[in-house]
């Protein structure tokens, strides 16, 4: 259908002196643009930048009055309300020197509600995505700093295992940084009301979608690894793996990671799965103000090899001189129950 209407607009390019073409993503190698190939391009113009945000520089001279309503509203200076707005909605970069632009439906929408929200975000729901992430058994960790080259991010192919282009096309990734002697982007979320956004959206489709307070609750979870509470956290976990449907999952350490990476992603730690040191890659680290979690999973292994291997590697040293106390922990999934099969603890 798409074709037959771009063919006809070229067949009347005579008659018309200006046409802008927007919409969510792009359509490659599948003949669609065939008869519409006179297109220019600015999706990645450095002239063009500035067409579809709102700058810091245009933020604070037009709408000063708005963002002193808001801040007299939530009870902060206006630099504290101005800070809030640039984690929640600042930094999409549409070219790889361009300045972060906020988000104008996100930003107006506060000012009209005088509160900070996920306005954009919820205005659709990335299903879609979800089930291109699910279908090729993504590693979800990569895609919050994934690399690729300006191919990749210009075209979608239909037969494409690579879900990447379509996710960033349609603003849930965008450019955090640029190699210009290999000619590659690396993306990642723009922003918070982004990235927690498209977090708690993936979590009922990678856990059981039902009861998702009980057993397993995010707010006392979070309680537990703030207080140091390693064994009642580590059952929360296990109730959670116990609760998630068969049809679910399909490599089932990719499985794995991507929950414990989800959940500890929504509790806005640092974290960083497959964690690089000079002896190997920690599985997981997790930090909070108190205590420094090191974490190494096994699959059908035992959590005596885990912890072992955490010892021997030295995973806990790069945090030896941190205040901060350190606990490793070793976890063995079971691939016949589906679950945790046992965990040992070691602290300093």
């Known amino acids: 259908m798409l074709k037959g209407f771009y063919g006809a607009l070229k067949s009347m390019d005579g008659c018309i002196r200006f046409v802008m073409l927007t919409g969510v993503t792009k359509l490659g190698k599948v003949s669609v643009f065939s008869d519409l190939n006179n297109l220019h391009d ?34 902060l200076t206006w630099k504290e309300c101005l800070n809030v ?35 954009w975000f919820e205005t659709g729901t990335p299903t879609y995505l979800v089930q291109l992430l699910q279908k ?47 000619r590659t982007y690396t993306l990642g979320f723009p922003n918070e009301e982004v990235g ?21 609750n995010i707010a006392n979870f979070v309680r537990d690894v703030e207080s140091g509470e390693t064994e009642r956290f580590l059952t929360r976990l296990r109730s959670l793996f116990s609760d998630t449907p068969y049809e679910l999952i399909q490599n089932l350490e990719n499985h794995y990671r991507n929950v414990v990476w989800l959940l500890f992603k929504l509790m806005d730690f640092y974290t960083q799965a497959e964690y690089h040191t000079s002896q190997g890659r920690i599985d997981l680290v997790v930090c909070t103000p108190k205590y420094c979690y090191v ?54």
Do not use: W
Request: charge should be negative.
């Open 42 to 75: 600015i999706s990645m113009s450095r002239q063009y930048y500035d067409i579809c945000g709102i700058t810091q520089e245009e933020l604070e001279s037009e709408f000063d009055t708005e963002i002193n309503a808001l801040a007299a509203a939530l009870g």
């Open 196 to 216: 927690e956004g498209f977090t708690k959206f993936l979590m009922p489709f990678y856990t059981c979608p039902k009861d998702r307070i009980q057993p397993f």
């Open 136 to 182: 090729y058994d993504y590693n979800l960790e990569e895609m919050s700093r994934v690399e690729c080259d300006s191919d990749t991010l210009n075209s979608i192919d239909s037969e494409s295992s690579n879900p990447i282009p379509i996710i960033y096309q349609s603003g849930y990734l965008t450019i955090c940084d640029y190699d210009p002697q290999f």
């Open 295 to 348: 974490t190494e999973f096994k699959l059908d292994g035992t959590a005596e090899e885990a912890i072992a291997q955490i010892q021997d590697r030295n995973y806990a040293l790069p945090f030896a001189i941190d205040d901060r106390q350190v606990v490793r922990i070793g976890i063995n999934f079971d691939r016949a129950t589906r679950n945790i099969d046992k965990t040992l603890v070691a602290s300093d």
């Open 85 to 119: 707005m640039r984690r929640r909605y600042d930094g999409y970069h549409f070219e790889e020197s361009s300045p972060g632009m906020f988000n104008p439906f996100s930003v107006l929408n506060t000012f009209a509600e005088l509160k900070f929200g996920s306005y």
